[in-house]
């Protein structure tokens, strides 16, 4: 069974509130750490946290099962591994020995030769997998809630900005050749396995067919990139090669589905069945792609096209900037208020427009902080008239530029001092993006949907953490008499 935390402190264990943290470090560490003993040492956000915690991770097994990782374990390094943007390894190696997030972890921290002891790195990742997009949603509005009553001014009210920008999916340039044989490799790697474990033969040569159609696969792209005498003709000719061999092959692994079909296999087999087809598929898929687009020289619609068979949630995201000029991933819609706290973020799986979005992140905003939000401000790509005068009743400074040519009354209301003092205001929000980015935020190594949205939740929980802990560290430094020309002389 798992607890929140070790409440007995054993020998070389240092109580998590007690735990100096290092003010004069430049080091993005201490302050999430310094973040993470805020929350330990606040009886009522950890209690509110513990508690959605037990009930995700826990679940009715309070007093049954064997003892797992502690939950306030699986916080620490799911939060770590973003603020850092490192991968598990390095996470291991901190759990390991690192002097000081051991110490906020509640772990001992003198020679014991056990340093890290049930800190492997898979066994990390399979438990900080158990925290999902919907947890985190709802961890993050607690530490948001609590986190801006830390650093709230006197009566002061929340400008909001909100944008959107790419966070990339961990996949490759997708062309309908090499996606080609993404399939044709994964549908030969599942079935020898597959086929050695049931006893079927057919598949001695597969390293033999691997390198043939990976030479062919290279070939075509050497044409495609290169110029030449002939170059339509050449391609045309290598392509065709490509695609004789790759029917061949689909041919070929229809039969083995078949005859594997009808043998009896375990529930894991089963899965690995469905697995083949899949990607048998999207072989079929891309032979047919291939053969229209190169030799009957057809243009293929957008949304036949599919830009990765591992992460197919990828979208192919084109924001009109220089660079670059496309992104593969999805996007995330962020809004930040004054102090830089992120206060709300969604992550969007259809590429829509930015305007189809605004009515929505609205009503979130007013159900969330009502009379405390004292303006909202938007970009152009949010910009739609209907909108802006729907929000006007609602948010009592509205800052979104219209699109293009502006008539008189849109010239008066974007003239205004304050319109133009918020608007100005709002790129701060580039620069909060720019530091989301620095908390793993830019690319996403997890796999599948739900592995990206629980990337992206932790990666705000992350920079959320690392917001508070700065200004927790500051008001400790201040406390002092520390100032910043004492902490540059020293």
Known sequence: MRERFRIQLELGQTAIDKVKIPKKSRDELPPVLAGLQWIYSNEEISEQIFKLLEEKVIGEKKKTGRPGMDLWHILVLGVVRLALDCDYDRLEYLAHYDKLMREIMGLETLGNEEFGKGFHQKTIRDNVSHIDEKLLEKINKIIVKAGREEILKKNEKIEAKADTYVVETNVHYPTDINLLWDAIRKCITLLVGLSKAVGIVGWRKSEYWLREIKGLMRLCGRINKSGGKNKEKRRKKIIKEYLERAYQLEEKIHESVKE?????????????????????????????????????????????????????????????????????????????????????????????????????????????????????SVDKGFSDQKDREILEEYIPEVIMPKKGRLNGTDKEREGQKRFKALKNRHSAIESNINSLEHHGLNRCPDKGLAGFKRYVGLGILAYNLHRIGKHILKKQQEELGITKEKLKAA
Request: a neutral charge; proline letters at 2%.
């Open 260 to 376: 594997l079909q009808q043998k009896e296999l375990t529930v894991k087999q089963s899965l690995k069945i469905v697995e083949i087809k899949y990607f048998h598929d999207m072989l079929i898929k891309h032979i047919d792609l291939i053969d229209r687009r190169f030799i009957k020289e057809e243009k293929i619609p957008h949304e036949e096209k599919v830009f990765s068979l591992f992460e197919s949630h990828t979208n192919w995201i084109n924001k009109g900037k220089m660079f670059p000029s496309v992104e593969l991933g999805l996007k995330v819609l962020v809004t930040t208020d004054q102090n830089g706290i992120v206060l709300d973020y969604k992550v969007l799986e259809e590429n829509t427009g930015d305007n189809k979005e605004t009515l929505e992140l609205a009503n979130r905003l007013i159900n969330e902080y009502g009379k405390h939000l004292k303006s909202l």
